[in-house]
């Protein structure tokens, strides 16, 4: 299907693509690589062909450029730039583009006899890139149908054994390749469950045929393996309905280097901006922004990211600096040719800052008071005073209270622990409390959990597994999960890295305190925690002891008398650890922003790169010149007129998702929208539960725990804290919570509630126009239109008699307006 | 069989994210008229009194809780020893080699209909885990996987129509949560909070309803092109599609079984909610679950069946011929089963225990192969005797029945790509 469909999409776009060409005019042109050595008959790289324009910026031109070749004899050029060797010797290939030239060296030896085979360097990659051994096929830990491959062929050694010794030997036959059971199902000529994977006459059947035939050779000890694996370009500026062909190569550990175009994997984070075909080419599409390309041969990983910048001029812009965020942003507008939207409203700005600091609506008093106020300076004055509301720390904590799992299954026991562990992160985040030092109380926390609330963390993280998972996915913005049990699939970690972070679990020791007349059930008791002297962790691939080590760094040893989880936490807060300010650095953006640079959030691999590096490389180097100030960052980006921009795409930005040239509006979440309605229509509420004096929570946002039954969170997405991600909240639409909005006794209740702001209005003498523009600034920070005014007067005087009645439908009308249910 | 939204895939939130960049990607730029002309062709996949496409197939699954005893149902042993075979005798069927227990009189009339698979093997947990999401309680403490209801749910996604995917008619349980896939895919559970939102509000008439609608429709004016991930869109066409639900009230009228025929009404005494799951897949629903009786009998095993067995055989033949006489035997699947099957010899209470390594599940419609028993257990029912299925191989069948592929995946909150069921071979006999 897929180079039908590619086919299709070049025919259809193949004119403007042309049209644009007519203006092209080459200054220079390149090859890559310049220089070829071919080992082999089956050894057929892949050139990439890079035309210089006039204006300094490269185009592609590998299927552009014809190729000649000083000796025909030696070897030959397809039309894609793909070299096959024909005999040993040099010859030079010549690729012409009009009047420019390129020449390549190529070298060609071994034709004459059959190269030997490697099976984990050249048969499993095969495997994988048919997805024989994917999760979904023999890679999944039953296998399928009695034939079980390691998951994308980590484990050579075990799949060769599987392929020869399983079975009965039947899967292959040397004596006759054709008829082993492996390339009949493979092809498809006879029944197989995944279908045909691959054709006879293809490379990839006469590569596994020929190493059948060949006695099915596992390799040499001393035969090199595949240190790294590069990717030419590594970043390019590709036009829109453009190509750009990569070239992948191995580095092996003898320092050879060969082409592996065709048997690596590929994958694009952008589909919509850009996809990739098996042979290495990016194909991009009519959406203009950045897509990454992760490439992987044989358990190693490269990137390559491709900015498909907006066609046709780029629009002039000047973008005064506010903070350190402009720049960054500013520049890579520039590249994309994209302008941003204009400055966002006072009105507009005012709300967004208000919801997106405290999660709460300014009052009507806040509006008028702000909007008069003449100061140049008032929005930074703003988010000073924001900063230092309680609402703040209350919505931050809510915020951090998901991901460190502050929750209790609704056991009332465990309910002091969770309130003091909420109180306590609440209490960080409003004294602001350096990053460093929170994340050190919390994963290096000790005592007992009366006198030492952070130790409330271990009682949902119980395992080293669950500690590795936590603390990589929270602190450290990687996702190790899949490192558990086999070589992370799109990142460089392996099994040992994960089981070296476990080890830093080993010596945490628990003591419960039981507590007269409760039973225990394993969580609820009270809890102290302290350092064992000695304790282990097994790693799991080798079912020995893990060292102590940290990712990317040396193993370490640890004296009886300390606590290992300091040095891990030494090792998370040293200024020159690439993830960890990063990590919370692109967390706050993504608060601010709805996507973070790099998305999601908390998933910082080398295959996943951060849409604007520089800008998150300088939001992490302000956050550690500021000493981990948690409120400094927030400054950095709030102020930053980049925040400030307006919703409202310009002709230049209205597709751009991920460079910020304007707001990216998002729904509020669960506990905002509650607190927002009960403040609009004037019915606070209170919670089971909790007491019911002055200082009791009324409002969402100040729950400390997850088991406060109310349906209306529910059903707005509030997450249950099963995980340490934030993608655990929903805030994507529902029918049951438009329903509810739009149609709940609950809802109902209180915008009609006797005392309610509809009552109220209904009594006020103020002019009836007066008073639904009031309610338009609280619910949607703008005036209403004419019209709109003069619809509500209409269900006004209809019903004149019951005034409340018209009220009621208008803040009922107003709650249920995306105006009111997004911040924009 | 429809085909299942997108393909595999590892982003957070797969495949509902999918459907919206689709949106998206034509949301960029967009006039209010446009995104009205968007919903209107979304809801071109939904039949014009709201119900998604016929297309959707639907499933229904009868928990039958306690663990009920395989030798004295399907899988009757009239050759064993006495303290084996227990009380019951052995009738045939219309299907012939096939006998299942006497107090099955309907169900052997029209076995035809239906199908029984012997050899299904179990864990030992008194929980809707395993046979509502293919995993034991003691993996889904740690893993949170989700029901069968909620994966139904999360693929209809957007094209459920104005009825509520996945109705529980048994309240909330482990079996019934959405685990990774989020508190959105939970059940409607009538009784439950939501139920109450599908009647107008206290004090709202349709009058006002109508002259609210009118004041949304101007008030809700912010530009839509604003929002380029197609929540704002997807929030449009629910809000038409709730306003429907409360006033054409599809779902109100599918749980109000007294709008039946008095005669069909009487068929189903005592087992009326075989009758609303019924009246629900009519409507649209995707998946509905309902649990009968008790069934850990412990002791007193004989009597209690003799009580339970009866009127549960008339609640099968029931739904399984209206299923058939409304030509939806094809649409839907049905599943029975408990967590176990039950002790092969009958203890000194005249009870049978907990029983994991054999339990019997009976399966109809969903164009599976009907009229067989597949698998057997052993000559006392102690273990299958040749081909063993497990629960999730069964889940991976029904799925396969309504056209979900139970390899798609799912991102669990670490990012993990899921897949739905782990074990997904199938039950061969059945397809």
Known sequence: MRPLISAALLGLFALPTFAADAKLTIVKLDAFPSRIAINGIDDAPQLSLTGIRDTGKPIDLTAEAKYTVSDPKILRVDANGRVFPLANGAADITATHGAFTAKIAVAVKGTEVAQPINFANQISPVLTKLSCNSGGCHGKISGQNGFRLSLLGFEPELDYTTLLKESRGRRLMPASPDQSLFLLKGAGVVPHGGGKKMDVASEEYKLLRRWIAAGMPYGQEKDPKVAKVTVFPETRVVDRQSRQQLVVLAHYTDGTIEDVTRRAQYESNETEVATIGEAGLVQTLSMTGQAAVMVRFSGNVATFRGVVPRPGDAPKFEFPVQTVVDPHTATKWRELGISPSELATEEQFLRRVYLDITGTLPSVGVVSQYLADPSKSKRDTLIDKLLESPEYSFYFANKWADVLRVKRRGQAERASGTFSFHDWIRDSIATDKPYSEFVRDIVCAIGDETKSPATVWYKEVTTPEQFVDDVSQVFLGQRLACAQCHHHPYEKWTQDDYWGIAAYFGRVGKKTIPTAGRQNNGQNQRQSIYTKSTGGVTNKRTNKAADMKPLDGEAVTVGGDDDPRNLFVDWMVDPKNPFFAKAVANRYWAHFFGRGIVDPLDDMRATNPPSNPELLEELAKNLVENKYSLKALIKTIVKSRTYQLSSAPNEFNKSDKQSYARYYPKRLQAEVVFDAVCNVTESPSDFPGLPKDKNAPKRAIELPDESFASYFLDVLGRPQRISACECERVNEASLAMILHLLNSDEVQGKISRAGARAEKLAKDPRSDDEKVTELFLLTQAKKPTPEQLSLARENIVKHEKNKKLAYENIIWALVNSKGFLFNQ | ?431
């Not at chain 2, 991976?396 to 669990?412: K, R």
Request: with cysteine; aromatic share 8%.
């Open chain 2, 1 to 431: 069989m429809f085909q299942v939204l997108g393909s595999t895939q590892r982003f957070c939130d797969g495949l509902s994210r999918r459907n919206f960049l689709q949106v998206g990607a034509f949301g960029a730029g967009l006039t209010l008229a446009d995104s009205l002309r968007v919903q209107a062709a979304s809801k071109a996949k939904l039949a014009k009194d709201g119900r998604p496409s016929k297309s959707m197939k639907s499933a229904i699954f009868i928990y039958l809780p306690g663990g009920p005893s395989h030798m004295d149902m399907y899988d009757v042993k009239p050759e064993a020893p006495v303290e084996f075979r227990g009380e019951f005798k052995a009738i045939d069927t219309n299907v012939s080699g096939v006998q299942i227990c006497e107090h099955f009189p309907l169900q052997a009339k029209m076995f035809d209909k239906l199908s029984v698979i012997r050899s299904v093997t179990s864990v030992d947990e008194h929980s809707d885990s395993l046979v509502m999401t293919g995993y034991p309680d003691r993996v889904n403490k740690i893993s949170d996987h989700p029901s069968f209801g909620s994966v139904i749910s999360k693929i209809r996604g957007s094209d459920a129509g104005a009825v509520p995917p996945f109705v529980s008619l048994r309240g909330m349980s482990r079996g019934t949560e959405p685990g990774y896939l989020g508190v959105a895919h939970r059940p409607f559970t009538p009784g439950g909070p939501g139920n109450a939102n599908l009647k107008l509000a206290q004090g709202v008439t349709s009058d006002r309803l109508d002259d609210r609608k009118q004041l949304l429709t101007s008030f809700d004016d912010i530009r839509r092109d604003i929002d380029t991930s197609g929540t704002m869109v997807g929030m449009d066409s629910y809000t038409e599609r709730a306003i429907e639900m409360v006033t054409a009230g599809v779902v109100r009228n599918a749980l109000d079984i007294k709008k039946e025929d008095p005669k069909t009404l009487e068929r189903y005494k005592g087992i009326e909610q075989f009758l609303t799951a019924r009246r629900l897949i009519e409507a649209g629903v995707g998946f509905v679950t309902l649990s009968y009786g008790g069934w850990d009998t412990h002791g007193q095993n004989f009597a209690s069946l003799k009580k339970q067995l009866p009127p549960l055989d008339r609640a099968i033949s029931n739904l399984i011929q209206d299923l058939h006489d409304r030509g939806l035997q094809d649409d839907v699947v049905t599943v029975m089963w408990g967590e176990f099957g039950r002790t092969p010899k009958v203890n000194m209470n005249a009870g049978r225990d907990h029983w994991s390594p054999v339990m019997s599940a009976m399966v109809a419609g969903g164009g599976l192969k009907m009229g067989q028993a597949v698998g057997a257990s052993t000559a006392k029912g102690e273990r299958p005797k040749d081909r063993a299925y497990s629960v999730p191989q069964v889940l991976s069948t029904l799925y396969g029945a309504i056209g979900v592929d139970p390899s798609q995946t799912f991102p669990n909150g670490s990012g993990r790509p899921m897949y739905i069921q782990d074990d997904r071979d199938v039950v061969k006999e059945l397809v």
